[in-house]
């Protein structure tokens, strides 16, 4: 919850109006309240709120005219009634297609409050996704989810309802598409943005077994096993765990995951105890899973739970248009990390970069864009910088691996997962 939220509230009921002016304030926001309609009109247009609470039986405030006024202030504003046992089904009816919601009957403080926290949250979600939506349209969204083709703008849709949603997230897509970019993009619109996020590749687990990785087990369940080991399930309580390369998972591990994600409980390696978690998976692919559970290498059931949503990525060659801006911002990342000018890109150059097929999609063309804005010593990025395509690394000169060395921060996000 935003704690200093502003709430406007409007009822003719002076005894409702101070209990939620007082239950509201307490909780940290900022409240306005008015019994008169009149001076809680004058009130939206001189400042702006963040939720306005209303009964529906204010004097000159009948729910379609305050709806009418909000919207012409802030369209975004959500507008939550009060609604006693006085009013028409008929007019309930019409004022829920444009309301955020209705309370009927008595008015209790923590339902209204619950309400008006829900509200603020679906509001900063869209606020957070228009903002990622306008800046991917002008390239300049951040963490190299970058993009103004129709493919990308649909990308940020499905990531929009799935930020939305609380069901588990199927992304597919070639390697070095993006991924764990996706996953972490969508943990961080989601109300799980404060608790962690935590990756792992099915393909390449840890030392243990996949199985103890995930569920972790107890002390002497397998050789080696001296002490209890916390699985990243329960680590990632309250959180988002993403799975990469899921079709990698053992018939064994995918009949754990189905039972975690059913039961929302694990069972530890070796224990006969399960142990509740809340944990949204997210799991990532490049492969055709319904072709894998025809070949009877996944399960479908699990399948059919991994698919509540699913987002589908674009190669890099299926959208061209956007190679120019993944480009440029790959050259001023690396130079600004580097404290060094960013160097433009020669019309040849960036043509021949739109021509190459990018078997390796963004994480290959963020590696070659990278390079040459070391290899360029002043002037341009021109074609001899970027080599040949599927070539031989060429040599960073000396003077920009000292560079590089003397200069340590964290590297861009890994887009190839």
């Not at 499905?158 to 996953?183: N, S």
């Not at 894998?292 to 699990?302: M, N, P």
Request: with cysteine.
């Amino acid at each position: 919850m935003a704690t200093q939220a502003h709430v406007l509230i409007i009822d003719a009921d002076v005894t409702t109006l101070e209990a939620l002016r007082v239950g509201l304030a307490k909780n940290g926001f900022l409240v306005e309240a008015h019994a008169d309609a009149h001076e809680a009109y004058r009130a939206l247009a001189a400042r702006p709120f963040d939720v306005v609470v209303s009964s529906v039986g204010v004097p000159q405030a009948d729910g379609r005219g305050l709806l009418k006024r909000v919207t012409q202030c802030d369209p975004a504003v959500p507008v939550i009634f009060l609604a006693g046992g006085s009013v028409s089904p008929s007019t309930l009816g019409a004022l829920r297609k444009e309301a955020f919601d209705i309370v009927e009957g008595a008015v209790r403080v923590p339902r209204v409050r619950a309400l008006v926290e829900r509200a603020l949250e679906i509001r900063r979600l869209r606020q957070e996704v228009e903002r990622l939506r306008a800046e991917a349209r002008t390239g300049a969204c951040p963490g190299e989810l970058i993009g103004q083709s129709a493919a990308m703008v649909a990308v940020l849709e499905a990531i929009r309802r799935a930020a939305a949603g609380t069901g588990c997230v199927l992304v597919r897509g070639a390697p070095g598409t993006g991924k764990e970019l996706v996953a972490r993009t969508i943990h961080r619109l989601s109300t799980r943005a404060g608790r962690p996020f935590v990756a792992m590749d099915c393909a390449t687990p840890g030392e243990g077994p996949v199985e103890s990785e995930l569920f972790g087990h107890v002390r002497r369940a397998f050789p080696g096993a001296v002490s209890d080991h916390a699985g990243l399930i329960e680590t990632t309580d309250g959180g988002t765990l993403f799975l990469n390369s899921i079709e990698e998972l053992s018939k064994a591990a995918q009949v754990r995951l189905l039972t975690a994600i059913d039961e929302r409980a694990i069972r530890p390696l070796g224990s006969t105890a399960s142990r509740p978690v809340e944990a949204r998976l997210i799991a990532g692919t490049s492969l055709d899973l319904a072709a894998a559970v025809e070949r009877q290498r996944f399960r479908d059931d699990l399948l059919a739970r991994l698919g509540a949503a699913r987002i589908v990525l674009p190669e890099l060659n299926e959208r061209p248009d956007d190679i120019p801006l993944l480009a440029n911002y790959f050259v001023k990342a690396t130079c600004a990390r580097l404290g060094m000018p960013a160097p433009p890109i020669s019309p040849e150059a960036m043509a021949g970069l739109t021509a190459r097929p990018w078997p390796g999609n963004v994480q290959e063309l963020r590696n070659l864009m990278e390079r040459a804005a070391l290899l360029t010593s002043g002037g341009e990025i021109r074609p001899e910088h970027l080599g040949e395509p599927h070539g031989s690394a060429t040599t960073v000169p000396s003077q920009c691996r000292a560079h590089d060395m003397a200069r340590t921060t964290p590297a861009p996000l890994d887009t190839s997962r």
